[in-house]
């Protein structure tokens, strides 16, 4: 069985921004239930050198629509590290970028293979950039939007981070 550059980039980054969104609703409503101001989500930080739950978020999107939009382009720069979003804006931002994967086409992605892709530290193919880069940066930002959720009491387990699988029929 083989499986193609874009089922194995846009496949994964959709199931997991709909997990994204299914978490930052769930987020959104435990709030609301438990008088905790969404703001101090979205500032919080698991540790004092990283950087807070927005940036995460930010690099959740560039690391994937970003990321494919880099590689067609040939040159991929990293979303702003530290653009003063809300909550709400976030969840907009995950949204874009959900929409946004879900116009490619699978030739589309499937044809971006061996293009070269300039970054500010190397320079890859795109099946190299996305493969080696921009799919484990993006699983470890959103690991870390999840475990920041969940510091703050929010009723998340593994299922909502896997989201919707892949299960045979």
């Known amino acids: ?4 550059l874009y089922e194995a980039s846009v496949g994964r980054f959709l199931q997991t921004l709909g997990a994204v969104s299914d978490y930052l609703d769930k987020s959104r409503s435990h709030c609301k239930e438990n008088n905790i101001d969404l703001n101090e989500i979205v500032e919080t930080r698991l540790y004092p050198d990283m950087l807070p739950f927005r940036f995460q978020l930010i690099q959740v ?3 994937s629509l970003g990321a494919i939009n ?5 040159a991929y720069l990293p979303g702003p590290p530290a653009e003063d979003l809300d909550y709400q804006a976030l969840q907009d931002l995950v949204a874009e970028a959900r929409s946004g994967l879900q116009q490619l086409t699978a030739e589309e992605v499937n044809g971006l293979a061996g293009k070269e892709v300039l970054t500010p530290w190397w320079t890859f193919t795109a099946e190299g950039f996305l493969m080696s880069f921009s799919i484990p940066s993006f699983y470890f930002h959103a ?6 959720l969940r510091t703050k009491g929010v009723p998340v387990g593994k299922l909502d981070f896997l989201g919707q699988l892949d299960i045979k029929t």
């Open 1 to 4: 069985m083989s499986i193609s």
């Open 61 to 63: 999107a560039s690391l």
């Open 70 to 74: 880099g590689a067609r382009a040939g």
């Open 143 to 148: 690991t870390t939007a999840y475990d920041i």
